[in-house]
């Protein structure tokens, strides 16, 4: 038995290094099933036999209690970002300086997660997050999960080797269409998806995910290049990116560069640039690093992406305050590996600022890489066809007469009974920016409404009482309804600054609804403030504090808060009064770069909690700035300032410190 078991292993093995690592497979699905199956029967019956480096461990299961941390050794450098060809010329010129003819590898820039794994006697041990650069968190649970990643090494040595996880594009719109369906928030792109999976305490949903790996740089190799360092790494077992390219000149890299960006769309997974590196070893030694990158090696980042195609037509739409937003509808085009039909124009005045008449070519592109917009018409193109752009006057779901803003900028609808208006509001109100009640997205409200079971904000807490009649609902379930319903019942123990946003008062966001909390610390105060003082805090001028009293002055908008009372919502703050830290208190804080253990969000939360304010930019008034990874020009100002500077070791170390003592 264990000689057969032995060799199950080691046939899968084979297996999976011809299937990922060669891309020629020499078994079909079937027979590698049939493998994998008596392997598990065989581990069953004699768990004594069963080994670390079994192709079992991939299956998923354990769960962890939290991130343990891991010190990187060697700390994993952000490479420097160049956005053109004079830039990539610049950095040749650089090395040039130091080395007559210099060989260049280039490589595709994966949109990914950075990993670093760590193998011992050839065994998988250690798999952990980038982090901060010098300390990750260990993802070896999940890590272990991905098909792709080898657990044993083809040679039994020590060994480390960085690189990307990454979710492919087949599954990253599959997870979307799955989310979609029960209502959940959708991942803008596929990195955050693979970061978000990664990260998971139950490693059976890092494995449902799908994800692979691409290795390609390992730091202790002694070797003359780092092209022998790829092959030696495929070697290995370990999965390379096969575009990969050596050049003798920059002219090579350049059009590396130039075919990459055309033909980026054509791989199952998402790149974002060129990584250009100096391929001698003793090269890069020499040239050395900065704090932040290393000198040999850059990152050339592609350009928006941008696309013609024709405005078919201007659609209205009716925002949660009435406000009418016009949109485009266009023919369908593929930008960052997604298909386009519509982006929103704003309002009539963007309209008349881009001269865009319905059945003009115009040119989209995606704003950040996520959002698409709109940037021109091409008007040497029109043919006399193409139709203006005529504002409509009355509400398109409603009919009601609309009326324009007090800043003249916008229409809106005045109808308080607007079915356009109480759907945007009831998608608010459940947002995650609001009471963040998951599972209740946009598709579900807007069906729910259309069946009756929802038209006021205080309904979504009677729909327990439709149990039955929603388990019955296409695409639902009793488990994802109960899910549901245990996740609206959550979210009457929020705090008062979440209701607050929910509510949709004008001009009220996530930061002013906590510093009003804050202040009040229950809804009754702050309604009889609101009503018979001026509300003097920071940020709240004349316009908010107008805005609050006209809200709590309606008595419709007071009879839905006296009912979510009734239904057991929580009206009262239940922040962090009691946990002020001192490093925080009347302190000014920005944050700026990218973090991997937490989001902005995140941290600008903490911060506010702990008696701090949060600032998007910063001056001579700020007295710290939180520096994740490619910080940008805040950073440099706050070197140039001498304003005290935290890395996230720094804030992670109080946010836990702050976990502990609560």
Avoid at 10 to 22: C, D, G, H, W
Avoid at 38 to 66: A, F, M, T, V, Y
Avoid at 382 to 405: A, H, Q, Y
Avoid at 634 to 641: F, Q, T, V
Wanted: net charge negative; proline share 3%.
């Amino acid at each position: 038995m264990e000689k057969r078991y032995n060799e199950l292993i080691n046939l899968i093995s084979k297996a999976n290094y011809e299937y990922y690592v060669l891309d020629n497979p020499s078994v079909d699905d079937q027979t590698w099933d049939n493998w994998m199956a008596e392997l598990i029967e065989i581990e069953n019956k004699h768990p004594n036999l069963k080994r670390i480096d079994s192709p079992s461990q991939k299956i998923g299961g354990e769960i962890i209690d939290e991130f343990e941390k891991v010190t990187h050794e060697i700390p994993l450098m952000s490479l420097s970002n160049v956005f053109n060809e004079e830039e990539i010329r610049s950095f040749d010129k650089r090395i040039r300086k130091e080395f007559k003819n210099p060989k260049y590898v280039c490589e595709l820039k994966i949109d990914g997660l950075s990993v670093s794994l760590t193998y011992e006697k050839g065994i998988l041990k250690t798999a952990a997050t980038r982090g901060n650069g010098f300390i990750g968190e260990n993802i070896t649970h999940n890590v272990k999960t991905i098909k792709s990643i080898p657990l044993k090494l083809n040679k039994e040595i020590d060994l480390e080797v960085r690189g990307e996880v990454f979710m492919p594009l087949d599954s990253f719109n599959k997870l979307n269409e799955e989310r979609e369906k029960n209502g959940e928030s959708l991942f803008q792109n596929p990195r955050n998806a693979a970061a978000g999976s990664v990260r998971q305490l139950d490693s059976n949903i890092a494995k449902s995910r799908n994800l692979s790996g691409f290795f390609y740089h390992a730091p202790n190799i002694d070797l003359e290049s780092h092209y022998e360092t790829i092959l030696y790494l495929k070697s290995l077992g370990l999965v390379t990116n096969p575009y990969i390219k050596i050049t003798d000149n920059i002219n090579e890299v350049i059009n590396f560069v130039k075919e990459w960006q055309d033909k980026r769309h054509t791989l199952p997974y998402e790149i974002d640039g060129v990584v250009i590196k100096v391929d001698s070893i003793s090269m890069q030694k020499e040239l050395g690093s900065t704090a932040r990158s290393p000198k040999w090696a850059i990152a050339y980042k592609f350009p928006a992406e941008e696309a013609e195609t024709v405005l078919n037509d201007i659609f209205f739409t009716v925002g949660r305050t009435g406000i009418i937003t016009p949109n485009a509808s266009f023919n369908p085009v593929k930008l960052m590996g997604s298909t386009i039909r519509k982006a929103t124009l704003h309002n009539e005045s963007f309209i008349r600022e881009k001269d865009l008449k319905i059945g003009d070519s115009i040119i989209i592109r995606k704003a950040g890489d996520v959002i698409p917009e709109v940037v021109r018409s091409l008007k040497e193109k029109r043919t006399g066809k193409e139709k203006e752009f005529i504002m409509i006057e009355e509400c398109p779901i409603c009919s009601f007469k609309l009326k324009e803003t007090n800043s003249k900028i916008d229409l809106y609808c005045p109808n308080i009974q607007c079915a356009g208006v109480k759907i945007e509001s009831l998608i608010h109100f459940a947002s995650k920016v609001a009471m963040d009640i998951e599972g209740l997205g946009e598709r579900i409200i807007e069906e729910f409404y259309n069946l009756k079971l929802l038209k006021e904000i205080n309904d979504i807490y009677d729909l327990k009482n439709h149990k039955q009649k929603l388990i019955l609902l296409d695409g639902f379930g009793e488990k994802s309804i109960s899910k549901l319903l245990d996740n609206i019942e959550k979210s009457k123990e929020n705090s008062l600054e979440n209701l607050l946003v929910g509510l949709g008062i004008k001009g009220i966001g996530e930061k002013t609804a906590k510093t009003l909390a804050k202040k009040y610390n229950n809804i009754d105060n702050l309604i009889e403030v609101s009503i018979n003082e001026e509300i003097n805090l920071p940020d709240i001028g004349e316009i908010l504090s107008n805005n609050l009293k006209e809200y709590f002055s309606d008595e419709n908008n007071i009879k839905l808060i006296n009912t979510l009372k009734e239904k057991g919502l929580n009206t009262k703050y239940i922040g962090d009064t009691i946990n002020l830290n001192e490093e925080f208190e009347n302190k000014r804080f920005v944050i700026t770069g990218s973090f991997e253990n937490f989001s902005r969000s995140d941290i600008q939360k903490f911060i506010e909690n702990s008696g701090g304010t949060y600032s998007s930019s910063v001056s001579k008034n700020t007295d710290v700035v939180i520096v994740g990874t490619d910080p940008g020009l805040k950073y440099d100002k706050a070197i140039e300032l001498n304003i005290t500077i935290w890395d996230e070791d720094k804030i992670e170390e109080m946010i836990n410190n702050e976990d502990k003592s609560s």
